[in-house]
Nanobody
Framework: QVQLVESGGGLVQAGGSLRLSCAAS????????MGWFRQAPGKEREFVAA????????YYADSVKGRFTISRDTAKRTVYLQMNSLKPEDTAVYYC??????????????????WGQGTQVTVSS
């Protein structure tokens, strides 16, 4: 099994920045892609960003392209989400995710194997 623990959420004003972190433990050698999803109140969980095993390939939802950056430190078994120019519509619970059998690109449409517990991000207007 793989355990994922997020940190870095909080309250920020519109236009501000936050950096989320997600530390993986357990059978981390089995992890291929990692990514972030979010769920706003009353809405379904949606894909935000994904990164390949080596960090060389990244994928983003159209709504965050140019504002969010996903990165991965393999040695630290950690994935990051740098969020800039935040908007009130970015308010959501953000979930870290990990996948063992498919690619980062597949994570955009296929639910991953492992999930973190989520961290709240609130952007005030």
């Amino acid at each position: 099994q793989v355990q994922l623990v997020e940190s870095g959420g909080g309250l920020v004003q519109a236009g501000g920045s936050l950096r989320l972190s997600c530390a993986a433990s357990g059978r981390t050698f089995s992890i291929n892609a990692m990514g972030w999803f979010r769920q706003a109140p009353g809405k379904e969980r949606e894909f935000v960003a994904a990164v390949s095993r080596t960090g060389s390939s990244t994928y983003y939802a159209d709504s965050v392209k140019g504002r969010f950056t996903i990165s991965r430190d393999t040695a630290k078994r950690t994935v990051y989400l740098q969020m800039n120019s935040l908007k009130p519509e970015d308010t959501a619970v953000y979930y870290c995710a990990a996948e063992s059998s498919t690619t980062a690109q597949a994570m955009t449409i296929i639910p991953p194997d492992y999930w973190g517990q989520g961290t709240q991000v609130t952007v005030s207007s």
